[in-house]
């Protein structure tokens, strides 16, 4: 088992900026690819993006592409989601997500092809 807990959330104004944190528990880190999913009220999950297992490997959704950075620090176990310019359209619970086996590029996107789960953090972004 892997326990994920994500910290880091709250609100924000918009063009403001938030470092989201994935701290995981349970085994080995470096043996897991990890992503960002969200989602909003009355939405499906949402892939943000994704991070390979030494970190040299990352994956963004085009909504997020240049403003979100996501990294690992598998010495301390974590994983960042760094969000810069955020819009209300950014307003989402976010999740973490862990997966042992390897994805295909296409199942990168795909929630159910991760083993394990954060309970998510909120994300507020006024106007």
């Known amino acids: 088992q892997v326990q994920l807990v994500e910290s880091g959330g709250g609100l924000v104004q918009a063009g403001g900026s938030l470092r989201l944190s994935c701290a995981a528990s349970?085994?080995?880190?470096?043996?897991?690819?990890m992503a960002w999913f969200r989602q909003a009220p009355g939405t499906e999950r949402e892939f943000v993006a994704h991070?390979?297992?030494?970190?040299?490997?990352?994956d963004y959704a085009d909504s997020v592409k240049g403003r979100f950075t996501i990294s690992r620090d598998n010495a301390k176990n974590t994983m960042y989601l760094q969000m810069n310019s955020l819009t209300p359209e950014d307003t989402a619970v976010y999740y973490c997500a862990a997966v042992r086996q390897g994805l295909y590029v296409s199942d990168l996107e795909v929630p159910r092809r991760y083993d394990y789960w954060g309970q998510g953090t909120q994300v507020t972004v006024s106007s």
């Open positions: 349970g085994r080995t880190f470096s043996n897991y690819a």
């Open positions: 991070i390979g297992k030494s970190g040299g490997y990352t």
